[in-house]
DNA sequence: CTGAAAGCGCTTACAG
DNA sequence: CTGAAAGCGCTTACAG
């Protein structure tokens, strides 16, 4: 049916393991061997087999991406990120949106698709250091994305949340805000994250010579709009007196967002907002919103080769983390005009 | 290394042939032979090895989907869609994001996954009827989405953009507006979509007994929120009168409300404005968007169930074309309060 | 119901 | 540089 090696090698007139040796890229063969082989390929439109590749040397060539959905933009963005990186590389990304909890993360790592990948970048919000050892029962190489203790255990890249934050909750202050809410999620489970971006912006309060104040902390009980809108419309009927905020994800802020406006209140004059993740959509929100960026075309890029590396060293290879720097977006919501303060960390 | 068949075979007692009868959920088995089987496997933690599995059965089990990219929410709503309906069908989706324009959509028909999937639905933005043959000439399994006229050589499940748009501009018309504008997107390229809701909105503008006013159309350079934003921003300097905008997708009509709303007009009072898509984010703007929802799960679902029936049918089988229906969602922008008007069409 | 055997298309020692 | 041959793990006629 279809064109395999064989019939390459039949019309080209060389061996089986001549045209393999071209098609891979073997260094060295005659010139004129090369091109022969090469003609036969383009005339016959032969395709190497993939499954059977695959089954003979035990790669794949596809790597698979665990994310909760891919209509949230913060992942969808992430997923694009690690596609255009894996593609540069070769690879092709099987994406496998597992739904968000910890029982839809956990049955993930035992997923369907498991034998097809040569290895798994794994985003997890609710996995803690009590999992370390489900995650090294698991056989497939895998890299975590996201700040879940595992102390050196797994391989991991990991944002610079508190660092991002302080930076965010520094500018509101430097701005001359002194009441500055932390929109804060937790979801049930335990989202590390959270907690890192809270100590964040409590460094940068007391850095400041201000208290630290509880009330000030607001909880939302999802990283989605509908948390953000819903806890400020609390806080606005608590009658909780503020002049900025920093949110600890950009749909949060642009939630609460959308409730200040509706309450009369003008954005950044009467309360100035920061968000976290730099979404495309901040950038045409209205007003633009000030964020954090955490340059996912870097963690795309640290998750891919630390992914590559564990594939070839194997699981004796010590496991590495990984911390990509930041970038602090100042636009209109903090009374930025459009320029852009940077202010980057890398640490290994 | 790892556990095969053979081994599940040696453990139970049985053959390997057996053990595959089990694994394939052959009917004719003693219950008791499945059960030491499963034992077996359950035992040993034995999975199949898909590499071999499709190298022997021609099936890989993944489907791909062609895609621009991941991150315009129009794009990433659908791949979601087709995910989910594919995963219930056991199938999982390998998305190659392909950039947008003419040159990529053609680059990846070629594309390099060719011969991972069984099959590979694709959304076009730019092919039109000369490249049926084109088309044709791709021995994987293709399903098209998209308004490109085919007629009948390529399955294809398109939407209902005249029947969608015409109800969209009604809706406007029926709330007393008179100088609606049609803000239609062309990207260089042929986008047939684009034409066929510009029929819908003439069709409603003539049905009412209005003149079509060439001055009320007008051509945005992109599909995006930068493009609305400029028409508007253009129309706005050119003078133009009106008082409803049917866009022809959200962005562009988010892009353009944003700038309305800058430049002093009140949404809805103003201006009524109705997009097309139903993105989610249309629920959380502020005015929440009218739209038209084009019912992306019953695309998904249609997609994914012409692909397995051309796989499984082959390339004799009679190319296929589906309709799928919409509904039109009253929200904020076009002065209705929450409630849903609906008005679904189907066809084959 | 079950077993022994061929073969899917490739890569890779092993010989030359 | 090149060829003949084994084998990756599975499914499936072909026999029993």
Chains 1, 2 share one sequence.
Not at 14 to 30: A, C, D, E, M, Y
Not at 172 to 177: D, E, N, P, T, V
Not at 246 to 257: K, P, R, S, V
Request: contains cysteine; negative net charge.
């Amino acid at each position: 049916m279809s064109v395999t090696i064989r019939d390459v090698a039949r019309v080209s007139g060389f061996s089986i393991k001549t045209v393999s040796n071209v098609i891979n890229g073997h260094p060295q063969l005659r010139p004129e061997t090369r091109q022969r082989v090469e003609d036969a390929i383009e005339e016959l439109g032969y395709r190497p087999n993939l499954s059977a590749r695959n089954l003979r040397s035990g790669r794949s060539g596809v790597i698979g991406l665990i994310i909760p959905d891919l209509t949230t933009a913060y992942f969808a963005e992430l997923a694009d990120a690690v596609m255009r990186t894996a593609a540069a590389r070769g690879l092709a990304v099987l994406i496998e949106p597992i739904g968000s909890g910890r029982e839809n993360e956990l049955a993930a790592l035992r997923g369907q698709h498991r034998h097809m990948v040569d290895g798994v970048i794994y985003s997890s919000l609710t996995l803690g250091a009590g999992d370390a050892d489900l995650l090294k029962s698991v056989d497939t190489p895998l890299v975590v994305l996201g700040d879940t203790s595992f102390d050196g255990q797994v391989d991991r890249i990991t944002m610079a949340n508190t660092a991002g934050a302080r930076a965010a909750t520094e500018h509101l202050l430097a701005a001359g805000r002194r009441r500055v809410l932390a929109l804060a999620a937790h979801e049930g489970d335990i989202v590390a994250s959270a907690e890192l971006r809270l100590a964040g912006y409590r460094e940068a309060i007391e850095a400041a010579g201000l208290a630290f104040d509880p009330q000030l902390v607001c909880y939302a009980d999802s990283w989605h709009r509908r948390g953000g809108a819903a806890s400020m419309t609390k806080l606005l009927e608590d009658g909780v007196a503020f002049d900025g905020v920093f949110a600890f994800n950009d749909t949060l802020a642009l939630g609460a967002m959308r409730v200040l406006q509706e309450s009369g209140r003008r954005i950044p004059q009467d309360v100035a907002i920061v968000g976290f993740d730099d979404l495309d959509e901040t950038r045409y929100s209205l007003p633009a919103l000030s964020t954090v960026n955490p340059r996912r075309d870097d963690i795309a890029t640290a998750a891919v080769e630390t992914l590559l590396r564990r594939i070839e060293g194997g699981p004796e290879l010590e496991a590495i983390e990984i911390e990509t720097g930041f970038s602090l977006e100042i636009r209109e919501s903090s009374g930025g005009s459009d320029q852009k303060a940077t202010s980057a960390t890398n640490a290994a």
